[in-house]
Nanobody, 120 residues
């Protein structure tokens, strides 16, 4: 499985960005996809996740009500999105797309990351 992110950039506080993650390869093996982020000097954290089977979503408390995760599957090509609204400077980080195999308890596949910078 290959993951490619796009959509990062620089935005002012209060603004919006939409990240996309295109998955290709053996996407039939994936049962969950998520967005992680890592800010300088901080640990990587799970921001949001979406589960293929039932479409359920999870969000970190810090982004609830501001971020929305979604995905579309067309001809075994998964594309996951993260709509980020009401951005804050503390949302500044490198955002990573991740995917988990159905038989794994961890995220197995990772994208290269995309920088999101929110200015105050």
């Amino acid at each position: 499985v290959q993951l490619v992110e796009s959509g990062g950039g620089l935005v002012q506080a209060g603004g919006s960005l939409r990240l996309a993650c295109a998955a290709s390869g053996s996407t039939f093996s994936i049962d969950a996809m998520g967005w992680y982020r890592q800010a300088p000097g901080k640990q990587r954290e799970l921001v949001a996740a979406i589960f293929k089977g039932n479409g359920n979503t999870n969000y970190a408390d810090s982004v609830k009500g501001r971020f929305t995760i979604s995905r579309v599957d067309v001809r075994n090509k998964d594309t996951m999105y993260l709509q980020m609204d009401s951005l804050k400077p503390e949302d500044t980080a490198v955002y990573y797309c991740a995917a988990r195999r159905w038989d794994s308890g961890e995220y197995d596949y990772w994208g290269q990351g995309t920088q999101v910078t929110v200015s105050s």
